[in-house]
C-alpha cells in the first residue's frame, strides 16, 4: 500500500502489522456482508451475521487497538498526509458507499433484504418481531458508536472528559436508542427513544405521533409527559448549568455516531468566516421552519383540518424526506469523510439551534482561556469539528461563549500550551 | 505615514495590527519566508501531519486587504536608513517614513566538519520543513545535535514516522541548563519512553559524508560512530541580521534598542528575536528569542509609534513548552538552581509524568516562582501570587484555585499538602476533603 493511501496511524514499526491484521479482518467482515447482502444473509441469517459483524468488529477493534500501545497523548500523526482523513480518493469512496448506503435504506430498502434477514435473530430477540429496514439501520449504527467509541478513548486516553464523554455516548446509544426502544416493542408499547426530544425528533410534539403514543394509555401518557419536560425544562436549565453538551457530545444519539465513527474526520469542518454566516442562517431556518409547522399542525389539528386540509400530512412529510432524511442522512452522515463529522449538527439540526440559543446567551458554559500562553499554532481551530475558529478568541485571551460549540472538548484536548479549558462558572457567593 | 514592516512574523504582524488599530497611516509588509503570516510554533504540526501549512495561518487571507495591510512577498537586501530607503533583492527601492526591523532569527551553526553535507540541516522557516520533508525520505536513522526546545520537536517530528532517532546533549539531563534536575531527568525518562536514544554528556565532533556528498554518520567527541542520513542542528538561533551591515544601524549580536524598541536611528525601530536590549533589567535575557516577547514588544512598539510612548514591561515572567507529550508551563524566574536566598519546593506524581515546583524566599516565605509538567495551571493566578509576594503557606493553602486542567482529571491537591507538609513541617496547613457533587 502506498504512503498516500495507507490506513495507518504510524508508518512501518510493528503497530502497523497490527493495523494491517485489522485491515484484513474488516475486509472479511465487508465481503462477508456483500455476500449476506446477496441473499445469504436470508438462508443463513445467525452465520452471516456473526460473520459480518463479528469480523468487522474485530477489524476496527484490532486495527485501533495501537492507540492503546502508544504513550498517552495526542496522536493526530498523519492525518493530513493520509488520503482516507484528507479528502483523498479512500475518502471519496468511502463518501460515496455511505451516501449510497442511506439512499438504498431510504429509497429501495427491498434490496437490502439479505442484510435484513440477517438481523431477524437478533430483532426476535430483543424486539420479538421480525427485522425491518429500521433495525438494521439501528443495529449497524449502535454497533459503529460502540466499536469507533473503543478506538476514540484509546486516541483520547490521556484524557478523561474524553473518556467518560464517550462512555456516555456509548451508553445511551446503546441503552437508550437501542436496547430500550426494542423492549418497548417486545412488551407491545410504543417504540420511544428516551434520549431524544423535540424539535430533533420533530413527531414527539405533533399531534399524530402524540395520538400514537397516548392511545397506548399509561405507559403512553409518560412518554409524552417525559418529552415535554425534557424538551420544556431540562433543557433550559441542563443548558444554562453546562451549556448544550449535556446533549450534543454527551447523549445525543447524531452526536454520538459524529464523535465516535465520525472522529477521524473532525479536521474537515469548513472554519471560514463564509461557512459560519451560512451555518447561522441554514441552522436557525431549519428551527424556524419547525416550530411553524409544529403550531400550523396544532392548529390544524384544533380545527379538525380545517387550516391544512390534506395538507398537514404533506407537510409532515416533506420535511421528513428533505430534512430528516436528505440533510441529517445522505448528507450529514454519508459526507462525514468529505466535509467533516458535523454537518448535520451544524447546519441543520434544529435541536441544536435552540441549545445555541440558550448557551449563546443564558448559559454558565465558557472556554476560557489560559492568559498569554496561546501560541497560535492553529490545533484548537483545525480538530474543531463544529468549524469555530478557537484560535481567533485564544489568542486574544478571550473567553469562547460561540452558539454552535457542542463542547466536546477536543480543542483543550489536542492544545498543546494547555490554553483552553471548559467551565460552568459557578454561582457568586 | 507610511510604516514600513520588515518581517511577517509574529512581531512584525502584532505591530502591523495594533498600528491599524490605533491610527490609519500607511502600513506595508515586506517578508520573503512567505506570502502571509503563519505561525512559527506550529511548524512541527506540518510535518507530523496534524495541519497543512494553511491551518497555520491566524488570519484568512482577505484579512490583509480589509484591514489595508499591504502585504509584500520579496527579500530586503540594503536599509539606507540616512535616505530613508531600503533596496530589495531585486533591486528596487522602497522609501519609507518610519522603519521597524523584525527580521527574526536564523538556526545556528558551528564549524563541525561536514556540517554543509547534503542531509544536514537546522530547523526554523518554512523552507527548513519544505528540506526536512526531502531529506528524511524514507531513511532510517536521525542524530539531533543539541537538546533545547526546538531539539525535542525535532524528535517528536522524527518518531511520527518511526525513524530512529539519536538525541545528543551536552549535559547529564535534557535541558538541564534551565530545568531543574528533577524536572529535567523525569523529561530523560520520558525521552527514553518514546524510543528516543538520549546520549548524554555529548558533544559532536564530526559529520562524515559518503561518496554523493550525503552524510552518512556523525562521530561524537569521545570518539563514538553513529550511523545516519540525517542531521538536525537545534544547538540556538541567532538574530537575524546580516542584511543590515554597512546600513549605519548599530548591531551587536542583534540590533540595539532601548526600552522604547529604538535604535540609534530615528524613525527605525527593531524588536522580536533579531533586536537586541542595550540594557536588559537583572535576570532579563538581553535577546528575547520568544513567541509570547514577540508579542508583547509589539504591542509596546505600535503604541510608541502613534504617539504614546512608553517602555516595554513584559510584567511577570511566563513560557510554556511541551516535551513531547508532557505540557511545561512556568511562571516568574525558575531556572535550574533556585536562586540566592531562595529555597525550593517539588512535587512529583508516582508515575512520574506529573510534577510541580513552587520557589519560594527563605526568609520572608514569598513565593517567587512555579513549574508545573503534565498538568495546567492559571497564569493570572500564579501571576498575581508572585507580583503581590504571597507567602507559600498561603499558596498551599489556595492552590487548588489556579488548576487548570479538565474536568474529571485527577486532582493532585491533596498528594501535593501531603508532601509539602512532610517537607516543611514548621509550615504545615490542613485542608479538609472536599466532597464534589457530580450534578449541580
Ligand atoms: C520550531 C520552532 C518552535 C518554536 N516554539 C516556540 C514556542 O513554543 N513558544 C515560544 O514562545 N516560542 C517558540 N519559538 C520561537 C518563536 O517562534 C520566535 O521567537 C518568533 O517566531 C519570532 O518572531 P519574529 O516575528 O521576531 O521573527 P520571525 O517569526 O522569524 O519573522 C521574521 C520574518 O522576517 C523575514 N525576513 C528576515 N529577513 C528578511 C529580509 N531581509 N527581507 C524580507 N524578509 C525577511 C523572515 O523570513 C521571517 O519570515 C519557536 C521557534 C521555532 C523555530
Ligand atoms: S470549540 Fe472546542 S469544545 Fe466546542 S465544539 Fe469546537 S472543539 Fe469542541
Ligand atoms: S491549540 Fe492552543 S496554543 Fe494552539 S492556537 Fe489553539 S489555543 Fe492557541
Redesign the pocket.
Known sequence: MSKDISLAVTDGSGANKLQKTGIALLAFGVLATIIAAFGAGATQPVLFFWLSVGFISAGTLVYAYPYFQHEAGIKNNNIFKNGMTNRGALAWFTGLVLTGFYIILYWFPQYLEGLIRMCDPLSWLLRNKAADQWFLYGTLYTLAVLVMGFRFIGKYRHNRYQIIRTLSVMFFQLGFAFVLPGLLLMFNQPEFYFSYFWPLKYGYLWPNDINYVVSSGGLGYFMIFWGAIMTFIATPLLTYKYGK?WYC?WVCGCGGLAETMGDPYRQLSDKSLKAWKIERYTVHGVLVFIIITTIMLWLNSAWEGGLLGTWSGNFSQWYGFFIGSIFSGVIGTGFYPIFGNRVWCRFGCPMAAILGLFQRFKSKFR?TTNGGQCISCGN?ST????G?D?RAYAQKGEN?I?A?????????AVCPRGV?N?ENLRDEK | MKIVIIGNGISGITTARHIRKLSNHEILVISSETEHFFSRTALMYIYMGHMKYEHTKPYEDWFWDKNRIDLLFAKVAQVQAKQKQLQLEDGRMITFDKLVIATGSTPKTLEWPGVNLKGVQGLYSKQDVDLMEENTKDITDAVIVGGGLIGIEMAEMLRSRNINVHFLIREQYYWNSVLPKEEASLINNHIAAHHIHLHTNTQLKEIIGDENGKVKAVITHDGIEIACQFVGLTIGVNPNINFLQNSEIETDRGVLINEYLETNHPDIYALGDCAQFRHPKNLHPAVEQLWYTGKMQAETLAQNICGDKRAYERGVWFNSAKFLDIEYQTYGYMFNKPLEGEQSFYWEHPKGKIACRINFKATSKAVTGFNFLGMRFRQQTANDWIKNEMPLQNVMQELEKGFFDPEFFENHYLAIVEKFNTDYPEMAISVKKKKKFLIW
Do not use: P
Not at chain 1, 480538530?383 to 463544529?386: A, G, I, K, Q, R
Not at chain 1, 454552535?404 to 483543550?412: K, N, W
Open positions: 453538551r457530545s472556554i484548537c480538530y474543531c469539528e463544529m469555530i478557537v469562547i460561540r454552535s460549540c457542542v463542547g466536546c472538548g477536543v480543542c483543550s483552553l471548559l
